[in-house]
Each structure stands twice: as structure tokens, then as C-alpha cells.
Nanobody, 126 residues
Framework: QVQLIESGGGLVQAGGSLRLSCAAS????????MGWFRQAAGKEREFVAG????????AYADSVKGRFTISRGNAQTTVYLQMNSLKPEDTAVYFC???????????????????WGQGTQVTVSS
């Protein structure tokens, strides 16, 4: 059984930065495609960023492109989301997700992922 645990959320002023972490328990991320999603109050969960199983391919939502970066740690047990130039509209609960697959693609749809963390709150003040 795989457990995903997010951390690194918090309150930050607009223009600031945060780095979210997603740690694996029970299995490494070495063969997993990973994704970050977010859900703002009253809105549906949306795709933010993803990378394929070997980290060679990444994808980003247009709203975060150029500001956010998804990456893996060297030990394959942590995935990060570096968030720069944060805006109030980035305020949401952020979730990481994993899909164990050998395919080289990036997954951007919630239903494609098998494992989810419980989320970490990010609040950006204006």
C-alpha cells in the first residue's frame, strides 16, 4: 500500500515562493508518474503539474507555466512542486498523486491516478 504525504504549504504574500513536498511511504516513486492538483474553495480540483515515470517529460497548466516547477528527489521518495511568483488565485489545497506505470506520458486527468495524498493548504495574500 502506498501512502502519499504532502507538506510545505502555508501562508505567503503575493510574489513569494513556496516548495511543496510529496513523500512516499510503502513504495518509492521510481516507476510512478506523478502529478500535482489543486482545489480552491467552491471549485473543482484541477491539474497543476505532472511528470512521467522517469522525469523526462513534464506538463503544466497554462495558469502556472513559467512559475511552477515539478521535480523528483534523487532518492525517488519525494516529489516537489516549486512555486514562485505566487498569486492570490493560487490559493487552494494542493494534492499530489501517483500512477505506477511504464508509459512515458504525463497524466493530467484525476481519474488516471491511483494514489492520492490528503492535501496541503496554500494561501496567498494580496
Amino acid at each position: 500500500q502506498v501512502q502519499l504525504i504532502e507538506s510545505g504549504g502555508g501562508l505567503v504574500q503575493a510574489g513569494g515562493s513556496l516548495r511543496l513536498s510529496c513523500a512516499a511511504s510503502g513504495r518509492t516513486f521510481s516507476s510512478a508518474a506523478m502529478g500535482w492538483f489543486r482545489q480552491a474553495a467552491g471549485k473543482e480540483r484541477e491539474f497543476v503539474a505532472g511528470l512521467n515515470w522517469n522525469g523526462g517529460n513534464t506538463a503544466y497548466a497554462d495558469s502556472v507555466k513559467g512559475r511552477f516547477t515539478i521535480s523528483r528527489g534523487n532518492a525517488q521518495t519525494t516529489v516537489y512542486l516549486q512555486m514562485n511568483s505566487l498569486k492570490p488565485e493560487d490559493t487552494a489545497v494542493y494534492f499530489c498523486a501517483a500512477k505506477y506505470t511504464g508509459a512515458s506520458r504525463v497524466y493530467s486527468t484525476q481519474s488516471e491516478y491511483d494514489y492520492w495524498g490528503q492535501g496541503t493548504q496554500v494561501t496567498v495574500s494580496s
